[in-house]
Nanobody
Framework: QVQLVESGGGLVQAGGSLRLSCAAS????????MGWYRQAPGKQRDLVAT???????NYVDSVQGRFTISRDNAKNTVYLQMNSLKPEDTAVYHC??????????????WGQGTQVTVSS
């Protein structure tokens, strides 16, 4: 099992910044991809950004140039630096990871989520 613990959400004015963190713990062979998804009220959960173990990144178009995803493999932690925040970024942000277990199978895990609210 893998546990993901997020932190860093909160309330910020439009144009402001927040930094989310997510630490993974548990017994696995290694942690592969990590990332962030978000879910606004009444909407489905959507991809924000992902980062592979080697560092390659992927962003949804709406956050490209404003958000930066990074990770520290030694700490099994992924970060999301969010700048120039807009009211439409308001959502619950969920950490995600894909891991390889010792038995050789892959699995995915989700964090409980952290609320990000951007006021206009």
């Amino acid at each position: 099992q893998v546990q993901l613990v997020e932190s860093g959400g909160g309330l910020v004015q439009a144009g402001g910044s927040l930094r989310l963190s997510c630490a993974a713990s548990g017994t696995v062979f290694f942690i592969n991809a990590m990332g962030w998804y978000r879910q606004a009220p009444g909407k489905q959960r959507d991809l924000v950004a992902t980062i592979a173990r080697g560092g390659s990144t992927n962003y949804v178009d709406s956050v490209q140039g404003r958000f930066t995803i990074s990770r520290d493999n030694a700490k099994n932690t992924v970060y999301l630096q969010m700048n120039s925040l807009k009211p439409e970024d308001t959502a619950v942000y969920h950490c995600w990871t894909k891991v390889l277990h010792i038995g050789g199978y892959e699995d995915e895990y989700w964090g409980q989520g952290t609320q990000v609210t951007v006021s206009s």
